[in-house]
């Protein structure tokens, strides 16, 4: 498969007339790919090639593609990725080749520095790449150093500036809104910039994720032909720009939003700016997609490699309402489901202004004392008592005007002067970028997880974006440096919180998936993806982040949307929970909810450390179907769901990544009314589609367990 593919990079490099031919200045190798720069006589350095690396071209063959790292202001027309202003107003920028440097990590991972200067002023870009080599990922971020006397004004300052040259190309986003996350539009580029982007600041993932995919000559496809994934890890405001220029040549500009940020970068205080993470499959999205979970477990999440824990939220099950008494009795049903820890959601705190709804009380976080009169501590003790590990939520960030905090410290709330004030889910912003904020914000959770030992996870919710974007705390000329700042409070709290309570284990959440970026991940070990629970809205909001994140980050929550097994089934091919109120299940649905936690319990090891196949898109047909296959494909987990009345539609599936001369033992699970009858199959005929999954009306669905049978 592999030699067949021709890359498009290779066959349009080739021919393209960007002619010069040089010697590769820098290669990138991974396990599959490598990333060839270039250095042209006058010291400017280009992309050389990206792609396969059995089609490299012949040494000495590297044509000069694209500059890597394009500068406004000189000859480059086009969206740039650098744009500056030198201390003395010149506003062009040439960047010329000084040095570079690779050093070895680790055995899988190495790290390139290319360092270039502007060809008159001390001014210093270094292009930083770590290539991941089992993984097929390369990290490109830039870092900026300013040794002029003077500030050198930054507007622009892209992550990564990527070029592709092919007949055409076929670009992916992911987007959405509040309860509607994840979407995937395909369309094809056409002459001019489409640009990605969120300007939301904070939560700034609400709209749109910061991922893409990128096919060149013809859609993206799960199993076949070209494709790149991008994602950017970072957590505000970001732009990718993909401009297809006049020769048909597509350059893609990623990076933070430079939308309102610019900053002065003062001498000798050098600036790096996110990481825009890439792969490159030769075999399609699935692939793709596999290889990032593998990066994503070692290098994207905390703990990666261990399994996740079922827990009980009471948040759709009680909302706002419930006491401590209340409390306990969830606490005994999740215990006797089977749950392995209860998360406490919002509503527990407040006094003066008691948080009964979400107008009220956010910011004061001592535990109320009508709803808690024994307090965190007394539920704690009653957790500890049943034998259930205990989580809470918290929304550190955040304050609602009608609370202690907010009439103590109004100026704490970003917001400009003179503007009225403009709330979202009837609160605001905690401006991070003042320290007496963030030290603040840090303590409520430092203090809860002190004063409480026996908590165990923290669920980090923010539930608005960015507007009347101003910070009483910086000084006017550093007012558009706030989404910045801010990030970089955040990340240094996430980051102590996740050092100091090593323990702990921890849930991102953004209103659903407003904050969906590894940067962020990388102090978590999950996220919640969306307040939209109902399962078949669920299967396309965990297909489309299946693209870039591993089963074990979705938190998937069975509620009372859906049908009981039908939502168990979508749920438990990520990380299963529930929010639900089990006092109110019926005898029948307890004793389902149990075995089902019984048999996730099983099956979690496949479907969290696994290796996913997607194999039918619900975007194509009316049913999904996807798996999951452990490391020796031993043991399989396949997930099938009917999501229209289909009775003559064809029912069979092709499944993937099985050991073909291995024969599997074929079980439905997850029922006591099997559809499926129990039999053998070798894996070769499971791969060719010989086997029929006979569902044939909406919202039902089935999970299959294969076990492959010892040789004999
Ligand atoms: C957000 C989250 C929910 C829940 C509520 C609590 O909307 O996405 O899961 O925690 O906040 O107010």
Redesign the pocket.
């Known amino acids: 498969m592999i030699q067949k593919v021709l890359t498009a990079a290779v066959v349009l490099l080739l021919t393209t007339t960007f002619t010069q031919a040089q010697d590769a200045l820098v290669t990138l190798e991974t396990k599959d790919n490598a990333l060839v720069l270039s250095k042209r006589n006058d010291g400017r350095v280009f992309y050389s090639y990206y792609g396969l690396k059995d089609n490299l071209p012949e040494k000495g063959k590297f044509p000069l593609f694209w500059e890597a790292y394009p500068c406004a202001g000189g000859d480059y027309v086009k969206e740039p990725a650098l744009r500056v202003v030198h201390a003395d107003g010149n506003t062009s920028t040439v960047l010329v080749y000084q040095s570079h440097e690779t050093k070895k990590i680790d055995e899988n991972i190495t790290e390139t520095h290319i360092l270039l200067k502007d060809e008159y002023y001390p001014f210093f870009v270094t292009l930083i790449f770590k290539a991941y080599y089992r993984e097929n990922l390369i990290a490109a971020c830039t870092e900026l150093a300013n040794r002029e006397d003077k500030p050198v004004m930054v507007y622009q300052y892209a992550s990564q500036s990527m070029p592709l040259r092919a007949n055409s190309y076929y670009m992916t986003q992911f987007h959405g809104t509040h309860n509607n996350e994840a979407n995937m539009v395909e369309e094809k580029l056409t002459p001019g910039i489409k640009v990605l982007d969120s300007k939301r600041g904070i939560r700034a993932h609400e709209m749109r994720s910061p991922l893409f995919l990128l096919a060149p000559n013809q859609g993206a496809n799960e199993n076949q032909g070209e494709v790149y994934g991008g994602t950017l890890a970072w957590s505000g405001s970001f732009q990718f720009a993909f401009e297809v220029d006049e020769r048909n040549t597509l350059i893609v500009t990623s990076g933070a939003h430079p939308f309102a940020s610019h900053f002065a970068l003062e001498p000798n205080k050098p600036f790096r700016t996110p990481e825009m993470l890439t792969i490159y499959s030769a075999e399609g999205t699935g692939k793709m997609s596999r290889d990032y979970h593998a990066w994503g477990r070692k290098y994207g999440l905390r703990e990666g490699n261990q399994i996740r824990s079922i827990l009980l939220?009471n948040?759709e099950a009680t909302y706002f309402n419930f006491d401590h008494d209340k409390l306990v009795k969830l606490f005994q049903g999740a215990k006797d489901a089977g749950f392995e820890l209860f998360l406490l959601?919002?509503?527990w705190f407040g006094n003066k202004h008691p948080r009964n709804n979400?107008k009220a009380g956010l910011g004061d976080w001592a535990h109320n004392e009508k709803k808690l009169p024994r307090g965190v501590a007394g539920l704690c003790e009653e957790a500890e008592r049943i034998g259930i590990p205990f989580g809470i939520?918290v929304?550190p960030e955040m304050v609602n005007p009608q609370s202690e905090l907010y009439e103590t410290h109004p100026d704490w709330a970003i917001h400009q002067p003179h503007r009225s004030l403009h709330v979202l889910r009837n609160q605001m912003i905690l401006d991070q970028t003042n320290p007496a904020v963030k030290d603040f914000s840090y303590s409520i959770t430092a203090d809860l997880l002190k004063n409480n030992p026996y908590i165990s996870f923290i669920?980090w919710?923010a539930?608005r974006y960015i507007t009347n974007g101003g910070s009483s705390y910086l000084s006017p000329e550093k007012q558009s440096e706030l989404v910045w700042r801010y990030h970089e409070a955040l990340y240094e709290m996430m980051d102590k919180t996740a050092k100091e309570f090593p323990h702990i284990r921890m849930m991102l959440?953004?209103?659903?998936g407003g904050r969906t970026d590894y940067k962020a991940l990388s102090y978590f070990h999950e996220f919640?993806p969306s307040?939209n629970t109902e399962p078949m809205k669920r299967i396309f909001i965990q297909w489309g982040y299946s693209h870039f994140f591993p089963a074990m980050t979705q938190a998937a929550h069975v509620t009372k949307r859906g049908n009981i097994k039908f939502s168990f089934d979508v749920a438990m091919s990520c990380r299963l929970g529930m929010d639900y109120d089990l006092e109110k299940a019926s005898k029948e649905d307890f004793e389902f909810i149990k075995s089902a936690i019984a048999e996730y319990k099983r099956i979690r090891d496949v479907v969290q450390l696994g290796v996913l196949y997607r194999l039918v898109s619900p975007y194509d047909s009316p049913r999904c179907a996807l798996m999951y296959v452990n490391d020796d494909k031993s043991r399989a987990i396949l997930f099938v769901y009917q999501m229209e009345d289909d009775p003559n539609g064809t029912k069979l599936i092709s499944l993937q990544g099985l050991n073909p001369d291995a024969t599997y033992q074929i079980r439905e699970i997850n029922t006591s009314k099997p559809v499926l009858q129990e039999r053998q199959m070798k894996g070769s005929d499971l791969m060719r589609g010989q086997m029929a999954f006979p569902l044939q009306q909406r919202s039902t669905s089935m999970v299959v367990e294969l076990t492959a049978l010892p040789s004999r």
Do not use: A, Q
């Open positions: 939220n948040w959601d919002d509503g979400d939520w929304e669920k919710d539930n959440c953004s209103g659903g919640w307040d």
